[in-house]
């Protein structure tokens, strides 16, 4: 075979085989085309991206603690022989609460009184005896040692009314402390100490706490990196925090930052705080764990979408938006935050876009989607961002 032939022969072959690869590719084309066009829109629920003001918030967990809390004891030795409080139930400051046996000590103040009337009448016998024995010591019928002697006696009976009158005090004192009263306004807890009762001023066991709920502190902790945010707006105006239940869902009330701890908890990296609620429908109790959330500013006109709307992909976030005629486009987009089931759109979305909520697994760049009324649950979710 002549080397012309074998040109010949090549190019032949080359020619063929560019056919076959071309008919094969229009063919595997057209078959692509084909089972694109018999896909059927895919169902989803979409969403409109909105603009609204979502405040910037700083989170932190913490218990509750009552403002004001007493632990009651007795200050005198007796007997119980009066409760007057209901346990669980609230007193006011001065209510009475137990009443120990008052007759011991009203004993002691009678005689104290006693006492001190009969040191009051000896002195003034001494003292007209010092008189009458300072006229005769100058005629020489008393001695300068007698007069010295009875003005001690005087002396020594003055100094044992002073000593009647502090017994007096401490007697009305014990007398007083016999009567407990609550120092505070307050809920009353459980009774330790039952009617009847022998009790000691230096017994262990209290006989009733009294705790002031209203109003109620949170203390919680958030992280250092909020620490100058915090003191800055702080410096501007009470900072609002809302506190929440052990689900994170349910508000429980609302109240002001009252308190910030002048260090940051090196074991921890966060800040002690501390918020007060006024607590009126006694929603925060003492004890409670609680998740608080610290208003710090207001995002004006945010961009939001609910966060159901966004995926996470290598590549970052992204969210498909629907085009007029129903076919989806995977757009990136940048996630300032997330918060409560909202997502808070930086870039990549424009307000009255329609992104889809539900369905987003089953769908592609360029698909075609059918709109369908949201479920329950994708209501709640969009009606909360």
Known sequence: MTKTTRRK??????????????????????????????????PVTATTVAQTDMPVIARGIGTVQAYKAVTVKTRVDGQIVKVSFEE????????????????????????????????KAQLVGAQLDLERYGKLIGSGFQSRQSFDQ???????????????????????????????????????????????NLVQAGQATPLVSITQIKPIFVNFTVPQDVTEEIRRDQAEGALVVYAYGSDDKTLLAEGKLSVIDNQIEVATGTLRLKATFENTDEKLWPGEFVNARVVLKMRKDATTVPQRAVMQGAA?????????????????????????????????????????VDGQYRLTNGASVKIEEATP???????AG
Do not use: W
């Open 9 to 42: 022969l090549g190019v032949a072959v080359l020619v063929i085989g560019c056919a076959v690869a071309g008919y094969v590719f229009i063919s595997h084309l057209g078959q692509e085309k084909a089972r694109t066009a018999a896909a059927p829109p895919v």
């Open 88 to 119: 669980g139930h609230d007193v006011k400051a001065g209510d009475q609460l137990f009443q120990i046996d008052p007759r011991p000590f009203q004993a002691t103040l009678d005689l104290a009184m006693a006492a001190q009337q009969r040191d």
């Open 150 to 196: 009875q003005q001690a006696t005087v002396d020594s009976l003055k100094a044992a009314i002073n000593a009647d009158q502090a017994t007096i005090e401490t007697a009305k004192l014990n007398l007083t402390y016999a009567d407990i009263r609550s120092p505070i306004d307050g809920r009353a807890g459980q009774r330790l100490i039952d009617l009847g």
């Open 316 to 356: 970052g976030y992204y969210a498909y938006v629907i085009k007029p005629d129903n076919k989806v486009e995977r757009r990136t987009v940048e996630i300032v935050g997330f918060q409560d089931g909202t997502a808070i759109v930086g870039k990549g979305l424009e307000v009255g876009e329609k992104v889809v």
């Open 377 to 383: 649950k994708s209501a709640d979710t969009a009606q």
